[in-house]
């Protein structure tokens, strides 16, 4: 039964998904993290789950070159080889604790595989998934995600905010006060735009103009 329970997860979808694609791509694919590679991305995901001391230049800038040093080194033995390792997390992380995958990977994976996907940027010949893609858990999952750390990826802005669900209509306040920027849209859409990303499609922000400019030119990130 654990298998398919694992399978079943949006975390283990989006991770093998995002194997999947980093095989038909190559390693050269460009990525929306800036300066990264699809075996970049895939690197950085397998040292966060497998190397943890290493991991700590991704939250600790002093460590990063500890970080980068790691992620060339998991890559010694081929890009395939290292896709094929991050798609099946293993018992030696605490990622492959089902429990532990759903609340630490589910928003990770679902942005990182949209990182490769849409890596050609805002103006790239990509689409959103259809809406089939998602089951109605995922999204309910993803928004309540927003609700806990979208707070801190708009503080920067230093102004209100207010998020929508376009399907549902459902509104949660990210920083409170009057007049806030109010930002709807698809829930994977509202999930990469408060993670940072501008390769977004049907979102709307409407709001007084200089709330609006203070958003989309702070550095956000979830």
Not at 16 to 31: I, K, N
Not at 94 to 120: K, Q
Not at 149 to 164: D, K, T
């Amino acid at each position: 039964m654990l298998g398919p329970l694992l399978d079943s997860s949006l975390a283990r979808r989006e991770r093998h998904a995002l194997c999947d694609l980093a095989m038909a791509v190559g390693p050269e694919a460009p990525t929306l993290c800036e300066g990264w590679t699809s075996a970049d991305l895939v690197a950085h995901l397998y040292v966060r789950e497998h190397r943890p001391l290493a991991a700590l230049g991704l939250v600790a800038p002093p460590l990063a070159g500890r970080t980068e040093q790691a992620m060339r080194a998991v890559l010694h033995d081929g890009y395939a080889a290292l896709c094929a390792r991050l798609r099946d997390p293993g018992r030696l992380t605490p990622f492959g604790v089902p429990a532990v995958e759903r609340a630490a990977n589910s928003l990770e994976y679902v942005v990182h595989h949209e990182d490769l996907r849409r890596g050609e940027g805002p103006g790239g010949s990509w689409e959103p998934r259809p809406d089939d893609t998602w089951r109605p858990a995922d999204l309910d999952l993803l928004w309540r995600q927003v609700g806990l750390v979208g707070r801190g990826a708009v503080r920067p802005a230093g102004v209100p905010v207010r998020v929508v669900r376009s399907d549902t209509g459902a509104a949660r306040t990210l920083r409170a006060g009057e007049d806030p920027v109010v930002v709807t849209g698809p829930v994977v859409e509202l999930v990469l735009l408060l993670s940072g990303r501008d390769a977004v499609r049907g979102v709307e922000l409407t709001g007084p103009d200089e709330a609006v400019a203070a958003f989309e030119g702070a550095t956000r990130g979830m």
